[in-house]
């Protein structure tokens, strides 16, 4: 079975530093991993996504996240926090070889950006 | 174009009553989902239906039932509610056959409260 933990349910950072949010997972079979952004009073939007090829992703607004299977992680990162990147933010896994496969989701971390 | 939409934004209903919340996709997804959220916990799967005509349990679906309608429609039904089906709800769907790695497309989710 597959899961997902996020360390932190919230984490705190000046504008202008390194945003760094972890998410380790838990999968029987090579994954596809995604991250999620949620603003207030809003669904999930796709941030970025690894499936195969080259483990280093880029996504949406300047973040990036690395696969490393050798570690199950795949930490999101972003050289230089923005007031605009404050919301609660989900790492997911589906697993491959599953032909209608779900999302298993982590339970958030919520980015708090101070001025 | 409106991706997923949910009905109704925001419900308060008393312990024992019923009610249906709606969901339309206008992509022609094959996979729609219905999710539940609550704080602290990450958002958990109560029903998928991979494909038109059929549905299927997720983590946690005491309590609720499903129709998919159609291809476009998905609806989640509390028979007799429960002030512990006290929720943000969001309905999601995918593309998944034949595309690895798809996503989930969000709603902006029903904020149901159950007194």
């Known amino acids: 079975a597959q899961s997902v933990t996020q360390l932190g349910s919230h984490v705190s950072v000046s504008e202008g530093a390194l945003v760094l949010l972890r998410c380790n997972y838990s999968?029987?079979?090579?994954?596809?991993l995604f991250w999620y952004v949620q603003y207030p009073n809003q669904g999930l939007q796709l941030l970025l996504k690894y499936t195969t090829g080259a483990t280093l992703v880029k996504g949406i607004n300047g973040f990036e996240a690395e696969f490393k299977k050798s570690e199950t992680s795949f930490h999101l990162t972003k050289p230089s926090a923005h007031m605009s990147d404050a919301a609660e933010y989900f790492c997911a896994v589906s697993e491959k070889n599953s032909g209608y496969s779900t999302l298993t989701f982590g339970k958030g971390t919520m980015l708090l950006v101070s001025p | 174009n409106a991706g997923v939409t949910q009905t109704p934004k925001f419900q308060v209903l008393k312990t024992g009553q019923s009610m249906t919340l709606q969901c339309a996709q206008d992509m022609n997804h094959n996979s729609m989902y219905w999710y539940r959220q609550d704080p602290g916990m990450g958002l958990r799967l109560i029903y998928y239906?991979?494909?038109?005509?059929?549905?299927d349990k997720g983590e946690v679906p005491n309590g609720y039932n499903v129709s998919r309608l159609n291809k476009r429609e998905f609806s989640l039904r509390l028979e007799s509610a429960a002030p512990s089906q006290t929720s943000v709800y969001f309905c999601?769907?995918?593309?998944?056959?034949?595309?690895?790695?798809?996503?989930?497309?969000f709603g902006n989710g029903t904020r149901l409260t159950v007194t």
């Open positions: 999968s029987s079979v090579p994954p596809y």
């Open positions: 239906s991979a494909s038109e005509g059929t549905t």
């Open positions: 999601a769907s995918r593309e998944d056959r034949g595309k690895v790695g798809s996503p989930l497309h």
